[in-house]
């Protein structure tokens, strides 16, 4: 069955690091993921997404890369800030008229100042 | 532009009892969907409605029912409310066309059954 899932449920960095939050996915029909940030209270924000024709996309401060011959995906944030601490959850959906997403389990970050 | 908002934010039911919760859908956004999210897990899909009728289902009893309304704001229902029906409802409008690629949350409801 389809399923999302996290390597680490907990990071820890120092303010300036880079951090990088892995995620696996099993259903080869994933064609779009999403990464998500939670923080304590709020419903998921969106971060940045990517379609599966692509290996790569950066935003502000925000890279995801895409393996797809392994099923995995990574959220690379620079320069990590206080503020980035939340719970972050990778998403995928497999297209169709039904605009579900499959969460996985979120990874809890925190950044030490 | 208001994001989506959500009522009650907080709601403490006992078990057996029945539960509505709320969700008014960003200005502009014509498809609602919900989410169950348990303490400490990601998000499950619940269902999905357009045009005031469901568009797809997660693994949810038939008790977990929905509305929409014709100003695109819509309802969750659940009956006979169980403990592990305690939760976080989350309400993630969106606009059809652009789907998956729009999809806005609420804060959501932190249900408690007792």
Not at chain 1, 15 to 33: K, L, R, T, V
Not at chain 1, 88 to 110: D, V
Not at chain 2, 30 to 43: E, H, I, K, M
Not at chain 2, 59 to 72: A, E, H, K, M, V
């Amino acid at each position: 069955g389809e399923s999302v899932g996290l390597h680490l449920p907990t990071l820890s960095v120092q303010e300036g690091d880079n951090s990088i939050i892995n995620c696996a996915y099993s259903n080869s029909a994933s064609d779009y993921f999403i990464w998500y940030k939670q923080e304590s209270g709020k419903g998921p924000q969106f971060i940045i997404d990517i379609r599966s024709n692509m290996d790569k996309r950066q935003g502000q401060r925000v890279t995801v890369l895409l393996n797809k011959t392994v099923k995995h995906l990574s959220l690379q944030i620079a320069a990590t800030q206080p503020g980035d601490s939340a719970v972050y959850f990778c998403a995928e959906n497999s297209g169709g008229s039904n605009y579900k997403l499959t969460f996985g389990k979120g990874t809890l970050l925190t950044v030490n100042p | 532009e208001t994001g989506v908002t959500q009522s009650p934010t907080h709601l403490i039911k006992t078990r057996g009892q029945q539960v509505t919760l709320r969700c008014s859908s960003q200005s502009g956004h014509n498809t609602v969907s919900w989410y169950q999210q348990a303490l400490g897990q990601g998000p499950q899909f619940i269902f999905q409605y357009y045009r005031e009728e469901e568009n797809g289902r997660g693994n949810f009893p038939p008790r977990f029912s929905g509305l929409q309304f014709p100003n695109y704001s819509s309802e969750l229902n659940v009956n006979a409310l169980e403990l592990d029906d305690s939760a976080l409802y989350l309400c993630a409008s969106s606009l059809a066309n652009r789907g998956r690629h729009g999809y806005t949350f609420g804060s959501g409801t932190r249900l408690t059954v007792v």
